[in-house]
C-alpha cells in the first residue's frame, strides 16, 4: 500500500510539473487545468484530499479567473462565469465537500479574490438603492455559488451601507419613490438587520404626520394604494382546479385602512369574475360538493369587516343563488343536494346578522359614552 501510494503522489507530481510546464509556457487555460484536476480526484481521491489539491489548484486557477473576470460589471452581465465558477466550485470543495461556510476554503478565497471585487466596485460607484433590481438579480443568479460568508459579506459592506445612507437622507416630502418598493425587497435576505434601519423611518414619518389631516388619508389610498390593488385584481386568475391565491390576499390585507366605499369597488371587479367562473362551472355536469367547498374556501379569506357589509353579503348570496338554480334544473339531483344548499343558505344568513350585529357594536358604544 505505501508502494502504491509513493507510486500515486509521483503520478500526481508529474502532472502538476506538467501543468507547471504549461503555465510558465502561457499556454495553461481553465478548461485544459479542470480537466487535469479532474482526473486526478477520480483516479487520486485520497491523496488528492490528503495532498489539499485543491489549495494548488485554486493558486493555478486564479490568475486565469482573474483574466475572465477582468472588467466585469456584475450588475450588468450577472450570469458571467456562472459555468465555469460552478464547475470549479466542485473541483475545490473536493469529493466530500469542504464546509460551504468554511471562510478559509480555497473556494471561498477565490470567490472573495476574484468574484467580489467586482461586487465591490459596482456595488459602490454604480448601483443606486432606490433601484434594487440589479443587485438581487446579482444575488439570485449567484445564488446556489455563494458561499455563506461571501453573501455576508457583500450584504454588510454594500448593500447595508448603501441603504443606511439612502434612509438618513430620505425626505418623506419630496420623495417620488415609496420606500417600501427598495425596503421591502431586502427582507428575505437582510431579516432583522433592517431593524436599525427602522428608527429613522418611524422618527420620518411622525414628523410629518404632525402636519397630517384625516382627511388627507383618503387621498393618500386614492392616489398611491388603489391603483395598485386595482392592478393585482386585474390580475387576478379565478378557476377551481389550480387557484393562487397569494394577489387576493394582498388585497384584502388592506381590508382595514382602506375607506369601506374604496374597498367594494375592488370587490366588485373580483366577484365579476367569480362570478362568471362560477356560471361557466355550473353550466356543466358540476360536482356540487367541489363547487360547494370552493364557495366556502373564498368565503373564509375575506376579513370579518368585509363580511358584515351588506354589498359582499349580497355578492356573495348570489353565488349561493347560481347554485341553487343549478340544482333546480337537474333532472337527477343528488340525495340531500337541494336541502344541503337551503341550509347553507339559512346558515349565511344568520351570520351575516350576526356579523352586522357585531360591526355595530363599537360605534353604539362610543355613542353612549359621548352622551354621558
Known amino acids: 500500500m505505501e508502494e502504491m501510494q509513493i507510486d500515486n503522489v509521483e503520478e500526481i507530481v508529474s502532472v502538476l510539473d506538467r501543468i507547471d510546464h504549461e503555465n510558465v509556457l502561457g499556454t495553461l ?7 487535469s484536476f479532474g482526473d486526478l480526484t477520480g483516479q487520486y481521491a485520497d491523496e488528492y484530499k490528503l495532498c489539499n489539491l485543491s489549495l494548488i489548484a485554486s493558486s493555478f486557477a486564479r490568475p486565469l479567473f482573474i483574466r475572465v473576470f477582468h472588467g466585469w460589471n456584475p450588475l450588468r452581465n450577472p450570469t458571467h462565469g456562472l459555468e465555469v465558477i460552478s464547475l470549479w466550485k ?37 448601483w443606486q438603492a432606490r433601484d434594487p433590481e440589479p443587485m438581487l438579480r446579482f444575488l ?14 457583500i450584504l454588510d459592506n454594500i448593500v447595508m451601507p448603501k441603504l443606511a445612507a439612502l434612509v438618513d437622507s430620505w425626505e418623506p416630502r419630496q420623495e417620488t419613490i415609496l420606500i417600501h418598493s427598495w425596503v421591502h425587497p431586502w427582507l428575505p435576505l437582510l431579516g432583522q438587520k433592517l431593524e436599525t434601519l427602522y428608527h429613522t423611518i418611524r422618527n420620518r414619518l411622525e414628523s410629518i404626520l404632525h402636519d ?21 385584481i386585474h390580475e387576478l386568475q379565478i378557476n377551481l382546479a389550480d387557484q393562487k391565491l397569494d394577489k387576493f390576499k394582498w388585497v384584502c390585507t388592506w381590508a382595514n385602512a382602506i375607506p369601506i366605499h374604496l374597498m367594494l369597488h375592488l370587490m366588485a371587479l373580483f366577484f365579476n369574475k367569480w362570478q362568471e367562473v362560477l356560471y361557466h362551472r355550473l353550466c356543466g355536469t358540476p360536482n356540487f360538493d367541489e363547487v360547494t367547498k370552493w364557495y366556502l374556501g373564498w368565503k373564509e379569506l375575506f376579513p370579518p369587516g368585509l363580511l358584515a357589509d351588506e354589498h359582499i353579503r349580497y355578492r356573495l348570496n348570489l353565488g349561493l343563488d347560481m347554485m341553487n338554480q343549478a340544482v333546480e334544473v337537474m333532472k337527477v339531483v343528488q340525495p340531500g343536494l337541494r336541502e344541503n344548499i337551503s341550509y347553507l343558505r339559512v346558515l349565511e344568513q344568520r351570520q351575516f346578522e350576526r356579523a352586522a350585529a357585531q360591526a355595530q357594536r363599537p360605534s353604539t358604544q362610543m355613542n353612549g359614552i359621548g352622551g354621558r
Open 90 to 126: 466542485n473541483l475545490l470543495q473536493g469529493e466530500e465537500r469542504l464546509d460551504f461556510s468554511d471562510a478559509m476554503s480555497s473556494y471561498t478565497q477565490l470567490l472573495m479574490e476574484v468574484v467580489f471585487p467586482a461586487v465591490r466596485i459596482s456595488g459602490t460607484n454604480t
Open 29 to 35: 487555460t481553465l478548461d485544459s487545468l479542470a480537466t
Open 140 to 153: 439570485e443568479s449567484w445564488e446556489k455559488l455563494l458561499p455563506p460568508s461571501v453573501l455576508q459579506t
Open 212 to 232: 397630517w389631516h384625516p382627511a388627507s388619508w383618503e387621498k393618500l389610498m386614492v392616489r398611491h394604494i388603489i391603483p395598485k390593488l386595482l392592478a393585482v
